[in-house]
């Protein structure tokens, strides 16, 4: 296609001068050039003018020429997006058609030309596809177009364009994660051309340089270990970038480090005190942080919150576990947050998520897991350094690198804590906001230590300042203070029950007080706070206090505001708390959960038949109204059986269990039992259509479902009697599988062998003859338990199975003597089927024998079988 452009005398004789004169060595008159060389940028054509002394004006001298495409392609460059498309199409035709020139300055400058028109767009349209379709390139194994682009990429990492070799980076960095077998093929050269542009003076290729390492160190760390020291010495430098992008990948490469805890501990401890003071100082908030933060205001508890500041909530289904199972939070990773949700108390909207102060906060808390008290003598002299300074940025820093560290080396920092929790305490009335926050945050990570001292020492002065700071005039303040106290009260548990009216009634105030944001998380602080004291919070003073405004909010709420989520959730926990104290608040409470749940399914219903009329529903109303219903049964027990008779709740269960969502059928399981507990007339009628349900959600594919499920089974059984028999075949085979699949979940085990325990014990004749296929991880999964009804329940089931086929446990008896020996205080009826068993296996197989067989037990094995059963 022939262009049309043609210059115009006048234009190509003033850009020519130009030309010449930027040639001059005179400063001035360079300075001058360049200033109207910026002005013509205005006229659109100018480009074309540029294009054509380079490709077409013969007449000038090769230099001039050459220049005119350097200055073109800086102007490509920068203003590439706003040159109009016939610009572009002319400078593309004529860089085309130059392409041959018979100057090999010439061709050199149009070859540049090119690659900036070009190339770059090409690298950022490669760049999106490999974003994009990685797996789809590396699965295509017939064209195997990856073996071709992995080394052309990697040639272009040492492209004169800072553009182009971030592209080819960021192109190979995409195949890493997936260990595609051609980039694992070119490995080695990976690395080398890595290492050659470590140091680039871009910041987008030194940022996708430390990606790439860090990636690296998850799926090739055999590759690493020969550079290991090199590469932690650059990312030591890296971590400390100028450019915060840099600086927050470089801080990524310590938490991977991390991971690999041994690899660690063996590479990195010689680096540790250059390390820790970098990342000290890496969480110190950055200016723009704090005037996003809006760090110099005090008081805004009176501005009200906008609705794109406020996150969404998720709703955490109910699930059923024994509650007495013998735990500890650690063992069960409940209390580590992951790295991801380092919640220093800096959440805001306005800040993005992720960034370097949490990266080296959430850095230094995994490093401290690794090295343990070992880092201490590294950081106690900075800590000094920077809790006592004068600078309150400098100061906060301080305070979240010891909330950091608290997990890891909580042995070594117990000699601190005395001086330490004092100071900290003082700190909460610090006169910057940001300080009392993370002062609340820190204080938190060390609560478990306060409440295991005397009460007078650490815990009412902590609690006194805490609960002050609840109703501080700044709404960031208060966000903190409500987590840390939630921390506190899961700590403290009953401890609290002496000051639960000074409690309460700063939680009340807070009602009055607080913008919409905070007053989510106060939901959550009163919700954990009867969760923690339980059925001590069931005085007419507490009920008096606490539920009118909780009501209050109930009736303003409307049935679409998902504010409703963590009240639900709130009432859910207090309804169980306060028992029958919560009877006079249930009927409209109850009444309410139905109506939402047959709601919620009439539009679900509605959206089915026409999606394009309706929408598909929010499902969390059903379920927080399912667990709130579950709340109120297990906490009301038969007081619930009216409610029951006179609603539709029977049917509306039925259409929830069979909901697609799994988490809907966890909650309606979860409803399911607690009903059969508390009304079992009003179940009865259903149990036809409701255990086959159970037994087709019996996949451990969906734990919780499962879970829920399973135990749901139990309790039916314990109350249907003998008549479970016709549902044992729906349910026994796979529950045998649960039990023995390797890698189940502890709390999954548990309630599968209580459950067949069940169904043992009301029809003993259809599962005692499989038994040799479950009873010894049967008696594994039970010994660990305390004494409860559910355990004494299922040890009745086992007992009866036992007498019914004495074979099917015969070569398993140790495992159920170990079992046996579990129990603490088994009923006196219980404590002597247990002595018969076990006297009569000694007999059937004689006293030498059994002496044998006993002596392979363990000494306090034999020693609690003598004590409690006399054999």
């Known amino acids: ?245 840099v600086a927050l990948e470089a801080c990524e490469f310590w938490l991977s480090l991390a991971e690999q805890h041994s690899f660690c501990s063996s590479v990195l401890g010689n680096h540790l005190n250059r390390l820790v003071p970098i990342l000290v100082r890496g969480m110190k908030y950055s200016e723009i942080d704090i005037i996003l933060l809006k760090g110099d205001v005090e008081e805004d508890d009176n501005v009200p919150d906008k609705e794109e500041d406020i996150r969404p909530r998720f709703h955490k289904s109910k699930t059923h576990t024994i509650k007495a199972t013998i735990t500890n939070a650690s063992e069960n990773g409940t209390d580590k947050d992951d790295d991801e949700d380092f919640d220093d108390g800096d959440d805001d909207g306005s800040l993005s998520d992720w960034n370097l102060r949490k990266c080296s906060a959430a850095a230094l808390d995994v490093l401290a897991n690794v090295f343990r008290d070992s880092l201490l003598p590294i950081l106690i002299p900075i800590l000094k350094e920077t809790l006592f300074h004068q600078d309150w940025d400098v100061k906060e820093s301080g305070i979240l690198a010891l909330g950091a560290i608290a997990e890891g080396c909580m042995s070594g920092m117990i000699n601190h804590l005395s001086e330490l929790i004092p100071y900290l305490i003082n700190c909460l009335n610090d006169k910057k906001a940001l300080v009392r926050a993370i002062t609340c945050w820190t204080l ?161 219903m509605a959206n089915i038949q026409n999606p394009e009329q309706f929408e598909a529903p929010d499902k969390d109303f059903m379920i927080v109204a399912l667990d709130l219903l579950s709340g109120l049964a297990e906490g009301l027990d038969g007081h619930i059986e009216k409610l029951v008779e006179n609603s539709n709740i029977m049917q509306l269960l039925h259409l929830c269990m069979q909901d697609a969502m799994p988490e809907v059928r966890q909650s309606s399981f979860a409803l399911l039992g607690d009903l059969t507990k508390a009304c079992f007339q009003h179940v009865q009628p259903h149990i036809a259509n409701f255990l086959p349900i159970l037994g087709q959600n019996l996949n451990p594919g969906y734990i919780s479902v499962c879970n829920n499920a399973t135990w749901a089974i139990g309790e039916i059984s314990i109350k249907l009697g003998a008549d479970t028999r016709n549902y044992v075949s729906l349910v026994l085979n796979q529950l045998i599988d649960i039990i023995n699949r390797p890698n189940t979940p502890k709390t999954l085990l548990e309630n599968t062998a209580i459950t067949i325990g069940r169904l043992g014990y009301v029809c003993p004749h259809d599962v005692a003859p499989m038994l040799h296929q479950f009873v010894r991880q049967w008696c594994m999964s039970l010994r660990h338990i305390r004494d409860n009804e559910e355990k004494d329940s299922a040890f009745r089931g086992m007992c009866q199975m036992i007498q019914v086929n004495p074979a099917g446990v015969v070569s398993d008896f140790i495992f159920f003597c170990d079992a046996v020996a579990s129990w603490v205080t088994p009923k006196d009826d219980l404590k002597e089927v247990f002595i018969k068993i076990l006297h009569s296996f000694k007999a059937q197989v004689g006293e030498e024998n059994w002496k044998r067989f006993s002596d392979q037990f363990p000494p306090q094995l034999n020693e609690r079988l003598l004590e409690l059963y006399g054999i």
């Open 1 to 245: 296609m022939k262009m049309e452009w043609t210059p115009q005398e006048d234009g190509l004789r003033e850009i020519l001068t130009l030309l010449r004169e930027s040639q001059s060595p005179n400063t001035a008159t360079q300075r001058a050039v360049h200033q109207k060389l910026e002005e013509l940028n205005k006229y659109p054509d100018f480009n074309n003018y540029l294009m054509f002394v380079l490709t077409k004006l013969t007449s000038e001298s090769e230099t001039t020429r050459s220049l005119s495409g350097l200055i073109l392609k800086n102007n490509v460059k920068t203003h590439f997006t706003n040159l109009l498309p016939s610009v572009t199409n002319f400078i593309k035709t004529e860089c085309l058609q130059a392409v041959g020139d018979p100057s090999p300055l010439i061709r050199a400058t149009v070859g540049i030309l090119i690659t900036t028109v070009a190339c770059k767009g090409a690298f950022g349209a490669l760049q999106k596809i490999c974003e994009d379709s990685a797996e789809t390139l590396d699965a295509d194994t017939t064209n195997r177009p990856l073996d071709i682009l992995i080394p052309k990429f990697l040639q272009f990492f040492n492209h004169s364009s800072s553009k182009i070799r971030s592209y080819a980076i960021g192109c190979v960095n995409q195949f890493i994660i997936q260990r595609s077998q051609a980039l694992m093929n070119h490995i080695d050269s990976f690395l080398q051309n890595l290492f050659l542009v470590a140091t680039d003076d871009d910041a987008e290729v030194r940022k996708n340089v430390c990606k790439a390492l860090v990636m690296l160190l998850e799926v090739r760390m055999d590759r690493l270990i020969p550079h290991i020291n090199n590469i932690i010495e650059y990312m030591l430098v890296r971590t400390q970038d100028q450019d915060a992008t």
């Open 444 to 604: 938190s990570r060390y609560s478990h230590w306060v409440v295991s001292q005397p009460h007078d020492a650490y815990l009412k002065p902590l609690m006194t300042e805490l609960l002050k700071r609840i109703l501080d005039g700044n709404k960031r303040v208060q966000e903190a203070a409500c987590s840390a106290f939630a921390t506190l009260e899961e700590e403290a548990c009953t401890e609290l029950v002496p000051y639960l009216g000074y409690i309460l009634e700063t939680l009340v105030f807070a009602f009055s007080k607080y913008q919409h944001k905070n007053l989510l998380i106060l939901y959550d602080a009163i919700g954990t706070l009867a969760d923690s004291v339980g059925s001590h919070l069931n005085k007419p003073d507490y009920i008096n206090l606490l539920m009118p405004p909780l009501i209050h909010k109930w009736n303003v709420l409307k049935d679409e505001d998902k504010d409703l989520f963590p009240l639900l959730e709130c009432l859910s926990s207090v309804a169980t708390a306060l028992q029958s104290g919560f009877l006079p608040y249930c009927e409209p409470v109850y009444c309410r959960c139905v109506s939402l749940i047959h709601h919620t399914l009439c539009l679900h």
